[in-house]
């Protein structure tokens, strides 16, 4: 422990002593110089921020950019199902199609009554939905027309 303490009072007596002779040893042509560089420094440093500000920014922009084309690529809902524009696929399984295969069932049949039920399911769904906006587009505009009508 004594080791450690006597380390630290070393670089304690170095130090102090190297910044003494340090300042008692600058001529004059040292001290302009040192006063031309900090006040350069202090005029430049305004500048060499908006500089790096606008590097920071462009590269951040740059990166964002990558990300969006990244995350549209992935994007999973298309902006027409956003809108309420939902594609209903066609009823493959149509009767038409048993017969065709010459009556017999294959691996392929199986879940063919799921299908056609969820896509009896989201035609009601998307019918209810459109009637539900009819109605409060009805109400809406019921609502703008019985302000002029009622005159207080």
Known sequence: MDDLANLATTIGD?????????????????????????GAYLL???????????????????E??????????KAKISPNEL????NIPDDTDS???DEEGGGGSSATDWGKKARRRQRDMIKK???AEEQRL????????????????IKD
């Open 14 to 38: 170095r130090f102090t002593t190297n910044i003494k002779s340090t300042f008692d040893n600058m001529s004059p042509q040292k001290w302009i110089r040192v006063i031309i560089v900090a």
């Open 44 to 62: 430049l440093r305004p500048y060499l921020m908006k500089l790096g500000g606008r590097a920071q920014m462009a590269s951040y922009e740059e």
């Open 64 to 73: 964002h950019a990558a990300t969006e084309a990244e995350f549209a690529a």
């Open 83 to 86: 809108r309420g524009k939902v």
């Open 95 to 97: 009767e038409g199609e």
């Open 125 to 127: 769904l998307l019918e």
């Open 134 to 149: 009819q109605e409060s587009k009805e109400e809406e505009e019921d609502k703008d027309i019985e302000e002029f009508l």
